[in-house]
Protein backbone atom coordinates (compact mmCIF):
# COMPACT_ATOMS: atom_id res chain seq x y z
CA UNK A 1 0.00 0.00 0.00
CA UNK A 2 1.64 3.58 -0.66
CA UNK A 3 2.49 5.57 2.09
CA UNK A 4 -0.07 8.59 1.16
CA UNK A 5 -3.10 6.14 1.07
CA UNK A 6 -2.21 4.73 4.04
CA UNK A 7 -1.36 8.21 5.69
CA UNK A 8 -5.36 9.21 4.61
CA UNK A 9 -6.24 5.76 6.25
CA UNK A 10 -4.74 6.51 9.86
CA UNK A 11 -4.49 10.48 10.11
CA UNK A 12 -8.07 10.85 11.97
CA UNK A 13 -7.86 7.57 13.61
CA UNK A 14 -5.09 4.93 15.02
CA UNK A 15 -4.59 4.12 18.33
CA UNK A 16 -1.69 6.10 19.20
CA UNK A 17 -3.43 9.59 18.13
CA UNK A 18 -3.75 11.71 21.72
CA UNK A 19 -5.78 14.83 21.15
CA UNK A 20 -5.37 17.83 23.86
CA UNK A 21 -6.57 21.02 23.84
CA UNK A 22 -7.00 21.21 20.13
CA UNK A 23 -3.31 19.74 19.48
CA UNK A 24 -2.90 16.18 17.86
CA UNK A 25 0.28 14.25 19.00
CA UNK A 26 1.10 10.84 18.17
CA UNK A 27 3.06 8.39 20.44
CA UNK A 28 3.74 6.07 17.87
CA UNK A 29 7.12 3.85 17.08
CA UNK A 30 9.65 6.44 14.69
CA UNK A 31 7.97 9.65 15.43
CA UNK A 32 10.40 11.55 16.06
CA UNK A 33 8.39 14.82 17.37
CA UNK A 34 5.02 13.35 18.29
CA UNK A 35 3.18 15.20 15.79
CA UNK A 36 0.29 13.97 13.78
CA UNK A 37 1.42 14.71 10.50
CA UNK A 38 2.91 12.94 7.29
CA UNK A 39 6.39 14.05 7.33
CA UNK A 40 7.26 12.15 11.09
CA UNK A 41 4.50 9.48 11.11
CA UNK A 42 6.50 6.42 11.64
CA UNK A 43 3.38 4.13 10.10
CA UNK A 44 2.71 5.81 7.17
CA UNK A 45 6.59 6.46 5.94
CA UNK A 46 8.52 3.42 4.23
CA UNK A 47 11.95 5.19 5.70
CA UNK A 48 11.70 5.98 9.14
CA UNK A 49 14.15 6.68 12.18
CA UNK A 50 13.43 5.77 15.82
CA UNK A 51 15.58 7.03 18.40
CA UNK A 52 14.95 5.49 22.18
CA UNK A 53 16.71 4.93 25.43
CA UNK A 54 19.18 2.14 25.86
CA UNK A 55 17.34 -0.73 28.17
CA UNK A 56 20.45 -0.08 30.41
CA UNK A 57 19.87 3.23 31.26
CA UNK A 58 23.22 4.45 29.15
CA UNK A 59 23.09 5.74 26.08
CA UNK A 60 20.52 5.55 22.74
CA UNK A 61 19.15 2.88 20.65
CA UNK A 62 19.12 3.74 17.17
CA UNK A 63 16.27 1.91 14.74
CA UNK A 64 15.37 1.79 10.70
CA UNK A 65 13.11 0.68 9.10
CA UNK A 66 14.36 -1.47 6.15
CA UNK A 67 12.61 -1.09 2.59
CA UNK A 68 12.80 -4.64 1.35
CA UNK A 69 11.70 -6.58 3.84
CA UNK A 70 8.49 -8.99 3.03
CA UNK A 71 5.40 -8.43 4.93
CA UNK A 72 5.38 -11.85 6.52
CA UNK A 73 8.67 -11.28 8.47
CA UNK A 74 8.34 -7.70 10.48
CA UNK A 75 10.15 -8.32 13.39
CA UNK A 76 13.56 -8.66 10.46
CA UNK A 77 12.42 -5.11 9.24
CA UNK A 78 14.11 -3.05 11.55
CA UNK A 79 17.77 -2.88 12.02
CA UNK A 80 18.80 -2.29 15.60
CA UNK A 81 22.35 -0.10 16.62
CA UNK A 82 22.92 0.84 20.08
CA UNK A 83 24.94 3.83 20.88
CA UNK A 84 26.62 4.54 23.73
CA UNK A 85 30.13 6.64 23.44
CA UNK A 86 28.79 9.88 24.77
CA UNK A 87 26.77 12.73 22.81
CA UNK A 88 28.89 13.86 20.22
CA UNK A 89 29.79 10.55 19.08
CA UNK A 90 26.21 9.51 19.25
CA UNK A 91 24.87 12.51 17.39
CA UNK A 92 27.72 12.54 14.86
CA UNK A 93 26.57 8.76 14.00
CA UNK A 94 23.27 9.94 13.54
CA UNK A 95 24.07 12.88 11.20
CA UNK A 96 25.90 10.68 8.97
CA UNK A 97 23.08 8.01 9.26
CA UNK A 98 20.26 10.95 8.02
CA UNK A 99 23.12 12.44 5.85
CA UNK A 100 23.61 9.47 3.54
CA UNK A 101 20.59 9.39 2.02
CA UNK A 102 18.44 8.50 4.52
CA UNK A 103 15.92 10.87 5.20
CA UNK A 104 17.76 14.02 5.66
CA UNK A 105 15.01 16.22 5.79
CA UNK A 106 14.44 14.44 9.57
CA UNK A 107 18.20 15.38 10.67
CA UNK A 108 17.57 18.42 12.55
CA UNK A 109 14.75 15.76 14.95
CA UNK A 110 17.15 13.42 15.40
CA UNK A 111 19.83 15.23 16.59
CA UNK A 112 17.12 16.87 19.11
CA UNK A 113 15.54 13.38 19.83
CA UNK A 114 19.41 11.97 20.58
CA UNK A 115 20.14 15.25 22.54
CA UNK A 116 16.90 14.98 25.03
CA UNK A 117 17.50 11.39 25.66
CA UNK A 118 21.26 11.30 26.89
CA UNK A 119 20.47 14.72 28.95
CA UNK A 120 17.55 12.83 30.38
CA UNK A 121 19.86 10.38 31.71
CA UNK A 122 22.45 12.71 33.18
CA UNK A 123 22.43 12.50 37.08
CA UNK A 124 20.84 15.17 38.66
CA UNK A 125 23.25 17.90 40.59
CA UNK A 126 22.42 18.44 44.06
CA UNK A 127 22.54 22.03 44.61
CA UNK A 128 23.88 23.69 47.08
CA UNK A 129 22.15 24.95 50.33
CA UNK A 130 21.44 28.92 50.01
CA UNK A 131 22.64 30.29 53.75
CA UNK A 132 20.54 33.43 54.29
CA UNK A 133 21.87 36.82 54.72
CA UNK A 134 21.42 39.00 57.62
CA UNK A 135 21.53 38.91 61.39
CA UNK A 136 18.19 36.91 61.64
CA UNK A 137 19.52 34.11 59.23
CA UNK A 138 22.85 33.37 61.46
CA UNK A 139 20.78 33.26 64.57
CA UNK A 140 19.49 29.76 65.67
Partial sequence: ??????????????SFLVKRSGVQFSSEAGNLLNKNSFKYSGLANKKTIDITAAPSGRGVVVATRKTSVPAFKPSKGYSKVTLSKGVRKSARSVAGLTRAGYRADLRQAALARVSAVLNSQKPVKASPKKSGKGIRANKH
Fill in 1 to 14: MSADLTWLLIKNNN
